[in-house]
């Protein structure tokens, strides 16, 4: 396992998703973890990250609805995502969130908001 993110799905807009990320030990481990997304012909962006000590932060445009938490016993980050919207509807990836120390990309997980 090097980075493998679930949970996706279709949900109407208002509605909410958790999204899950498995990291490899070597990759989780002391880092600070983030959530990005990518809309198509849009680049890929930073919406939120979390230390090894829970500190967290995120972008504008998910503050307040999308919450991001890991375990660091099991190398997980998660993102509970709440009252979607259709700009929402992106692949989500998760990696380290240092642009510096940033590894292979998984596949991710889509997610589609329709309304």
């Known amino acids: 396992v090097q980075l493998q993110a679930s949970g996706g799905g279709l949900v109407q807009t208002g509605g909410s998703l958790r999204l899950s990320c498995a990291a490899s030990?070597?990759?989780?481990?002391?880092?600070?973890m983030g959530w990005f997304r990518q809309a198509p012909g849009r680049r890929r962006e930073l919406v939120a990250s979390?230390?090894?000590?829970?500190?967290?932060n995120y972008a504008d445009s998910v503050k307040g609805r999308f919450t991001i938490s890991r375990d660091n016993d099991k190398n997980t980050v998660y993102l509970q995502m709440n009252s979607l919207t259709l700009e929402d509807t992106a692949v989500y990836y998760c990696?380290?969130?240092?642009?510096?120390?940033?590894?292979?990309w998984g596949q991710g997980t889509l997610v589609t908001v329709s309304s």
């Open positions: 990696n380290r969130a240092s642009a510096r120390l940033l590894t292979s």
């Open positions: 979390i230390t090894t000590g829970g500190i967290t």
């Open positions: 030990g070597s990759i989780f481990s002391g880092n600070i």
